[in-house]
């Protein structure tokens, strides 16, 4: 069975700042990995995914996660924290042949002026 | 593409009545995706059509929801009896064929159910 764990459910940072949310993985077999971005009283948006091709993914709105097979591991990066990136973020992993993806409870980011 | 849109937004309830929420997918998606998402924690599965088949229910699901995907199109989510542990949002996803696993779900903005 696969399982996603996301290490601190809120970071806060100052606008400008580095933005690191963690998720590390578990899978017995290769994992496809996913961040999802979620604002208040909306559905969940993509912001990118991991499929075995690169390591270092790049999403929208400049963010970015690189795959660490070794660490199981797959950070979600932004060099520069906007205020409109205050929402939830959640980690989620799935397997090649799975219907469903499973997701983390979620990181709460919090940007301060 | 208008998106994955789901009906109603906003629904409460009395404890012991039956609600029903509907979902319609991106058009020439053929898999959807129902999602229960209680506060402070993540989506959790609750069911997956692939066209008009159910292939695939959560235990999550009990003998009070059922879900049904009548010509392959839209989906509907009834749940019977509502309890308030029924209180939660319901996330409705769609995707297209491709390697299964990998291929990116798109989100409805959900139905928020809370029940009195």
């Known amino acids: 069975a696969q399982s996603v764990t996301q290490l601190g459910s809120h970071v806060s940072v100052s606008e400008g700042a580095l933005v690191l949310l963690r998720c590390n993985y578990s899978?017995?077999?290769?994992?496809?990995l996913f961040w999802y971005v979620q604002y208040p009283n909306q559905g969940l948006q993509l912001l990118l995914k991991?499929?075995?091709?690169?390591?270092l993914v790049k999403g929208i709105n400049g963010f970015e996660a690189e795959f660490k097979k070794s660490e199981t591991s797959f950070h979600l990066t932004k060099p520069s924290a906007h205020m409109s990136d205050a929402a939830e973020y959640f980690c989620a992993v799935s397997v090649v042949g799975a219907s469903k993806i499973i997701f983390g409870s979620g990181t709460r980011l919090s940007i301060r002026p | 593409d208008t998106g994955v849109s789901q009906d109603p937004r906003h629904k409460i309830t009395k404890r012991g009545q039956n609600v029903t929420f509907r979902c319609d997918p991106i058009?020439?998606?053929?898999?959807l995706y129902w999602y229960r998402q209680t506060l402070g924690q993540g989506p959790e599965f609750l069911t997956y059509f692939q066209n008009e088949a159910q292939l695939e229910k959560s235990r999550l699901l009990s003998d009070r929801f059922s879900a049904e995907r009548p010509k392959g199109s839209f989906s509907t989510l009834e749940i019977q009896r509502t309890e308030q542990g029924d209180s939660a949002m319901y996330l409705c996803?769609?995707?297209?064929?491709?390697?299964?696993?990998?291929?990116?779900?798109?989100f409805g903005p959900g139905t928020r159910l809370t029940v009195l």
């Open positions: 058009s020439e998606h053929n898999r």
């Open positions: 996803a769609s995707s297209l064929d491709g390697i299964a696993g990998s291929n990116t779900r798109y």
């Open positions: 899978s017995s077999v290769p994992p496809y």
């Open positions: 991991y499929t075995s091709a690169a390591t």
